[in-house]
């Protein structure tokens, strides 16, 4: 049974051109970084560092440009706070790699750096449905990943929030550790995160790739929903 509703984008952030794909995948089994993962990770970053070869040239891509005017137009400094995807693809290029964290956070790393998309990935049972991107109001707090500490937000931030209004992202660069995949995660949610100049049909395909490798690690899994939001555009 699916989930009517799942993502609904506000009206202000939809008409700045903001929209998501997302999945619903149940039945999932988290384990250590599978081997084919690791090498296909391994590919990816050698292909980043071919093809881009620097970080200086990495801002001349388009997608990521985009995602840099959607923060600068939000008063949000990319060269400070980077897009996910972007942060990802910089740590490749000054020579890094990316960590190797579970089988399921791999997979949407890898397919993050793959696309420029900005992914994330949310256990389903730690979040009340429906969730809600809008802009924040300046009283909510956010418990991000890799942190032990609370912050509070500001005004005027794209954040994900469910029905009880946790944070469970900013958009398009930071999550939760309250929502994060773990290895109690069963059933999760897959969200690619698009702006204006990036093509539907991108972020989607980020979110169906996702997908087809977490079925290929866990092929016992149930895709119980896949959407846009908003729908139209």
């Known amino acids: 049974m699916g989930l009517p509703g799942l993502i609904v984008v506000s009206s202000?952030?939809?008409?700045?051109?903001?929209?998501?794909?997302?999945?619903?995948?149940?039945?999932v089994r988290v384990?250590?970084?599978?081997?084919?993962?690791?090498?296909?990770?391994?590919?990816?970053?050698e292909r980043v560092r071919s093809v881009i070869g620097d970080a200086g040239r990495l801002t001349e891509n388009p997608?990521?440009?985009?995602?840099?005017?959607?923060m600068w137009r939000l008063g949000i400094d990319p060269t400070k706070v980077r897009p996910s995807s972007e942060a990802l693809a910089r740590r490749v290029l000054h020579g890094g790699s990316i960590p190797r964290i579970n089988s399921i956070v791999d997979i949407g790393n890898l397919v993050s750096l793959k696309t420029l998309i900005p992914i994330g990935l949310y256990d389903l049972d730690t979040v009340s449905p429906p969730l809600?991107?809008?802009l924040s109001e300046g009283y909510e707090e956010f418990a991000p990943i890799g942190s032990q500490g609370v912050e509070r937000l500001r005004r005027g931030l794209p954040i994900i929030v469910d029905s009880r209004g946790l944070v469970i992202h900013i958009y398009?660069?930071?999550?939760?550790?309250?929502?994060?995949?773990?290895?109690?995660?069963?059933n999760m949610l897959v969200v690619s995160c698009g702006v204006p100049g990036v093509p539907r049909a991108l972020v989607t395909e980020a979110t169906e790739s996702v997908v087809k490798l977490v079925?290929?690690?866990?092929?016992?899994?149930e895709v119980v929903e896949v959407g846009v939001a908003p729908s139209g555009g």
């Open 12 to 27: 202000e952030l939809a008409g700045l051109g903001v929209f998501v794909s997302y999945a619903v995948v149940r039945g």
């Open 31 to 45: 384990s250590e970084t599978p081997g084919f993962v690791d090498e296909m990770l391994r590919v990816e970053e």
């Open 63 to 70: 997608i990521v440009q985009a995602y840099r005017r959607f």
């Open 132 to 134: 809600v991107l809008k």
């Open 172 to 186: 398009p660069h930071r999550d939760s550790r309250y929502s994060m995949i773990t290895v109690n995660t069963r």
């Open 215 to 221: 079925k290929s690690v866990n092929p016992t899994v």
